[in-house]
């Protein structure tokens, strides 16, 4: 076991420099750059921004000064936000992406797993078919499309909610409701299909048999026997999940005004900033990264069959 977790980190290395690498050439080979604007900038006053910033040098010179930077846990400084590095800004904004990605895949968890029980041990009643009606809703509705209505209905028409804002602002948590719900629905009906689909396919194997034969209560063969080997396909799919919902709040943060990762990192591809955009597409890769790597080790652990050999 020892031996597959440190080999499965060991693999992480070359997968993020890959990334880094290809990102750095498609960034900086993209046309455009972060000092064209509308009007012309002076010669003079362009090549001194150019040799502020290295990029009056060769390419194979700035990738390998950026990689010395990144080793040394500097991802330099932004070109249009000449206030802080960064670094301040990913580590500033990215805990709220993060609060909101984790309350969002917890709750979609929590109503994924429960609606995937109910839906299949009540196989083919009016729970199963509620639970799966909302569960291609949200695989159906996309959250551009969630997010809005949501606003309208409870923000603009019954005035129950805030139209945007983050909790650190006057309205406090409730700011937390449209966002949470916007942003898990999806990742709620994934789970809630895995989850059903799972558990139907063990309360028809031989053990499950022999436990109810045996006398069980229902409620012992679900919660002991069944659930341990029905969750293995939600959790090899929690890691790219909470990827997937960090990523994907970046339409969400726009449409609720949060001030997450996703809003810097809109901003910095509208504005060509090389190193912001840089910096944001680093955090999430690691992030995507070390979750399927976490995602694995649970995994192995849940499934012993899965080990190197």
């Known amino acids: 076991m020892t031996k597959y977790i440190i080999r499965r980190f060991l693999g992480l290395i070359p997968t993020i420099f890959i990334i880094i690498t290809i990102s750095f050439f498609f960034i900086r080979l993209a046309p455009g750059g972060p000092f064209d604007t509308e009007k012309a900038v002076p010669d003079a006053v362009m090549k001194n921004l ?29 070109y249009r936000y000449s206030d802080h590095s960064v670094n301040w800004y990913i580590f500033n904004s990215l805990p709220n992406s993060m609060l909101l990605g984790g309350i969002s895949l917890f709750v979609a968890v929590i109503l994924g797993v429960g609606a995937g029980i109910i839906s299949a041990i009540r196989q083919n009643t009016w729970m199963d078919y509620v639970a799966m009606g909302f569960s291609v809703m949200g695989i159906s509705i996309p959250l551009f499309v969630i997010g809005p209505v949501l606003m309208y209905i409870f923000a603009m028409k019954l005035q129950w909610l805030p139209t945007s804002g983050w909790i650190t602002g006057r309205h406090g948590a409730w700011t937390l409701i449209m966002p949470v719900i916007t942003l898990m629905f999806p990742y709620f009906a994934n789970i809630a299909r895995l989850s059903r689909a799972s558990i139907l396919e063990i309360l028809r194997s031989d053990y499950v048999r022999t436990a ?77 990264v070390l979750l399927n790597f976490i995602v694995d080790i649970v995994y192995s652990i849940l499934d012993p069959r899965v080990s190197y050999k």
């Open 50 to 78: 150019e040799a502020k910033f290295h990029m009056n040098e060769s390419m194979p010179k700035q990738y390998l000064r950026y990689m010395w930077d990144i080793l040394h846990g500097d991802l330099g400084p932004s």
């Open 212 to 288: 109810r034969a045996k006398g069980l209560k229902e409620s012992v063969i679900i919660f002991k026997h069944v659930l341990k080997g029905g969750m293995l396909p939600v959790v090899s799919y929690l890691g790219p999940a909470l990827a997937g919902i960090l990523v994907g709040s970046v339409v969400v943060e726009q449409i609720f005004r949060v001030p997450g990762l996703g809003t810097f990192f809109v901003k910095s591809a509208f504005n060509r900033d090389y190193t912001l955009i840089l910096g944001t597409v680093i955090v999430y890769s690691v992030l995507l």
